[in-house]
């Protein structure tokens, strides 16, 4: 039996339509996928900072994400809150932020922040004993406002 050319032709372009079809909706599934695996990545990168931050001894064969946690680590008992107010008692004066975190450094902090100062002023700020006195200069809410005028004119 022969098939015409014409039969032949509308045959081809009927299974040409179908599997543009397939192959759209088969993009759309790669595409759903790249994001579900984008989604998964960032949320397991989430995981390891907190993990990092929070157990940094644990899990030795984990490779830790390059960006992880913006915070101090400490290598001593004490937080870098209670920290800064010690070196902030210790000077009585008010301190640039890129002083505190040297004082930090040299009472054994670490920092996998990609900008320590910036992320020790975020922490500063959420805590009531601080109070910002100038750009980046920090000093104790308990200590009079003069204080913090004294050195901006200083």
Request: glycine letters at 6%; aromatic letters at 4%.
């Amino acid at each position: 039996m022969a098939v015409s050319t014409e039969t032949l032709r509308v045959e081809l372009l009927g299974l040409r339509d179908r599997l543009k079809a397939e192959l759209a909706e088969v993009e759309s599934q790669i595409g759903g996928l790249l994001k579900l695996k984008s989604d998964l990545t960032n949320r397991l990168a989430a995981a390891e900072q907190v993990l990092a931050a929070e157990f940094p001894e644990s899990d030795p064969g984990v490779t830790r994400p390059t960006r992880s946690a913006e915070r101090l680590v400490r290598l001593n008992k004490r937080g870098p809150v209670t920290c800064s107010y010690d070196v902030l008692k210790a000077a009585g004066h008010p301190m640039h932020v890129k002083a505190i975190l040297a004082e930090l450094y040299a009472m054994g902090f670490r920092s996998n922040a990609r900008r320590p100062d910036a992320m020790l002023s975020g922490t500063l700020r959420q805590s009531s004993r601080f109070r910002p006195c100038g750009h980046d200069t920090w000093a104790l809410a308990e200590w009079p406002e003069e204080v913090c005028k004294s050195k901006a004119e200083a």
